[in-house]
């Protein structure tokens, strides 16, 4: 099996109180779990059961595979390897360093970390739906906010994530209920700022 969950190395109490144990014990061990499995069994048999070495490769070229895999590697694919990019960018306790590159670059393009701070929210809060939204690096260098809908994701596109967003319902319902503005600004709180640095320089 080529196509994985990635192995989490924290606790799920570890985002509390921002996000609660529960909802990252079922995120990880049911909807995670279940876009694998999923991925997996409609691949099963094919040709792109082994085709690629791994999920990233996959979703790059999902596009060329033929059409009744298309939507399932979509789907679950997409669900793959978006939790599998949330959860090894998540932490709680980190800064974005004001003299880092992606801090430079943010103030450079978006005037402030503030400004950009306050459009991340804003197109997050607008996911219409289920979805994700991202901060983005394009080819050029530059940098974006953009959302997705259902699992789609910035692999399909060629943008390199930084961090991301999922406002799936199931990300936060439980601690949050309907209140998904609150949710998107305690979540500046669990983004591992070290990493979203690493995913800029890359
Ligand atoms: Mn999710």
Same mark, same amino acid.
């Given at each position: 099996?080529?196509?994985?969950?990635?192995?989490?190395?924290?606790?799920?109490?570890?985002?509390? /109180?921002?996000?609660?144990?529960?909802?990252?014990?079922?995120?990880?061990?049911?909807?995670?779990?279940?876009?694998?499995?999923?991925?997996?069994?409609?691949?099963?048999?094919?040709?792109?059961?082994?085709?690629?070495?791994?999920?990233?490769?996959?979703?790059?070229?999902?596009?060329?595979?033929?059409?009744?895999?298309?939507?399932?590697?979509?789907?679950?694919?997409?669900?793959?390897?978006?939790?599998?990019?949330?959860?090894?960018?998540?932490?709680?306790?980190?800064?974005?360093?004001?003299?880092?590159?992606?801090?430079?670059?943010?103030?450079?393009?978006?005037?402030?970390?503030?400004?950009?701070?306050?459009?991340?929210?804003?197109?997050?809060?607008?996911?219409?739906?289920?979805?994700?939204?991202?901060?983005?690096?394009?080819?050029?260098?530059?940098?974006?906010?953009?959302?997705?809908?259902?699992?789609?994701? /910035?692999?399909?596109?060629?943008?390199? /994530?930084?961090?991301?967003?999922?406002?799936?319902?199931?990300?936060?319902?439980?601690?949050?209920?309907?209140?998904?503005?609150?949710?998107?600004?305690?979540?500046?709180?669990?983004?591992?700022?070290?990493?979203?640095?690493?995913?800029?320089?890359?």
């Amino acid at each position: 099996m080529n196509y994985k969950r990635i192995e989490i190395s924290f606790k799920y109490k570890d985002f509390e /109180p921002y996000i609660d144990e529960e909802t990252m014990k079922t995120h990880y061990e049911k909807h995670h779990l279940g876009y694998e499995t999923k991925l997996n069994e409609a691949l099963k048999g094919t040709a792109v059961e082994n085709k690629y070495s791994n999920i990233e490769e996959l979703m790059k070229n999902y596009q060329n595979e033929s059409r009744d895999l298309v939507v399932p590697i979509r789907e679950f694919g997409g669900g793959l390897i978006n939790h599998n990019f949330l959860f090894t960018n998540m932490k709680v306790g980190t800064k974005l360093n004001k003299d880092s590159e992606l801090s430079k670059k943010i103030d450079e393009e978006f005037g402030s970390f503030e400004k950009f701070w306050k459009e991340f929210e804003s197109v997050a809060l607008k996911v219409f739906g289920s979805g994700w939204a991202w901060l983005v690096k394009r080819e050029d260098g530059s940098l974006k906010v953009i959302k997705t809908f259902n699992q789609d994701n /910035p692999w399909f596109l060629g943008l390199e /994530p930084i961090f991301g967003i999922d406002v799936w319902e199931h990300a936060y319902y439980l601690k949050y209920k309907s209140a998904r503005a609150e949710y998107i600004k305690n979540f500046y709180n669990v983004i591992d700022w070290d990493k979203a640095e690493k995913n800029y320089l890359k």
